[in-house]
């Protein structure tokens, strides 16, 4: 597969969310910004740009039916990879009994395409792939049926690969999109589900760890935050959460890798960028102060070695080099060094807790 990067790792992906309470607090972070949107509105739109295993997406219409019941939800899904995919879709049908006027939205372009892919045929010369799921029935049971069978046996699976550059840049093979709605809650979605609305703007957008922390403010507001700024409706606020390591992650990091810098800049780097580089967003866009929350590695019940979860030591090793995003090669060459290793492991072992440190701040569209 070419370059090997961190997010293409499943195994420390998956580590990760089983061994902190990341999801959880993400989440818990993000229901006020969705009770505070508009409630005379007969429909909301909210981007989830990048979901993940689908912990965060399934809290947010959760956290939506909440605070809006009568509102109906266009739900989309940023996802490239096929598992994450996968496991989304697979946590949708208990909230389509939830919150039945939902329509989910699921989408594998560039955040610079996303406004593009609802009303196109092609993009960069690839014919989009598009699917249509109604589903059929009013329980999780059938609704978990239609999706796994007709939605994933064929569609995804036939269409929903990766393809890697000469660069060794990943994209998708094919640009992709899926509607998902309930037969029985057509008649109130008719208007949204051919597109046949005002803009293709968002109430709210939500960017989790939708970058490496590693890259430049450049690259980050370029790449990422730029298009999806670009996406937000008059009064749509645009949520951003990163890593910024905390003391006891950098504190190791520093043990074992010197002065490598895992987390080279902040939100606050990204905001003051933004100001002095894009004039226009001057007018346009209000920058609220970042906010620091943590969350913490969750130890194995009463043992220190168990056979799901391995040794707590390794376990917690594992996990900071997934948050600092360390390349394999500087890995293995501390990890053949004994003596360094042998001390990097008794200071992991000394830490009673580890705390990783996340930042969310808000971007808000006003004119």
């Known amino acids: ?26 989440s818990e972070k993000l229901y ?20 993940g295993d689908g912990t965060i997406n399934s809290n947010i219409v959760k956290g939506f039916h909440r605070y809006h019941p009568y509102s109906s939800l266009l739900m989309t899904g940023k996802e490239v990879s096929f598992e994450d995919l996968k496991n989304t879709i697979e946590k949708m049908p208990d909230r389509f009994v939830e919150h039945p006027n939902l329509m989910v939205t ?3 372009v560039k955040f ?14 690839k014919k989009i792939k598009s699917f249509e799921l109604i589903l059929k029935s009013n329980n999780s049971f059938d609704f978990y049926k239609q999706i796994t069978g007709t939605l994933i046996g064929n569609f995804i699976k036939k269409n929903w690969g990766i393809e890697i550059n000469k660069t060794g840049k990943t994209s998708y093979a094919n640009p992709c999109i899926i509607k998902i709605y309930r037969e029985d809650h057509k008649k109130y979605l008719m208007p949204f589900i051919d597109n046949n609305y005002d803009n293709n703007k968002y109430d709210l957008i939500v960017a989790s760890q939708a970058y490496r922390a590693a890259s430049s403010v450049k690259m980050k507001v370029n790449n990422v935050i730029k298009p999806l700024m670009s996406l937000l409706n008059k009064n749509g606020s645009l949520i951003i959460t990163h890593s910024t390591g905390g003391k006891s992650i950098q504190k190791i990091l520093k043990s074992a890798f010197g002065e490598l810098d895992a987390f080279p800049n902040n939100a606050n780097d990204i905001i003051n960028y933004l100001k002095e580089n894009t004039s226009e967003y001057k007018s346009k866009f209000i920058f609220a102060k970042p906010i620091i929350y943590n969350f913490k590695f969750r130890k194995s019940p009463d043992h220190k070695v168990t056979e799901l979860f391995g040794n707590a030591v390794d376990s917690k ?10 390349p394999e090669k500087h890995i293995q060459k501390i990890e053949k060094n004994k003596k360094l290793f042998d001390n990097v492991k008794k200071l992991i072992h000394q830490t009673k807790e580890i705390y990783f440190e996340n930042e969310i701040f808000k971007i808000k569209r006003i004119n």
């Open 1 to 26: 597969m070419g370059k090997k990067r961190f997010f293409d790792d499943r195994l420390k992906y998956l580590s990760f969310i089983q061994n902190t309470g990341e999801k959880k607090a993400i």
């Open 32 to 51: 006020p910004y969705i009770s505070k949107l508009p409630k005379n509105r007969s429909y909301l739109r909210i981007l989830d740009a990048g979901t």
């Open 106 to 108: 699921m989408t594998n």
């Open 112 to 125: 610079s395409e996303i406004h593009t892919v609802e009303n196109s045929k092609n993009i960069n010369s």
């Open 317 to 326: 090793w594992a996990n900071i080099l997934y948050v600092g995003q360390i």
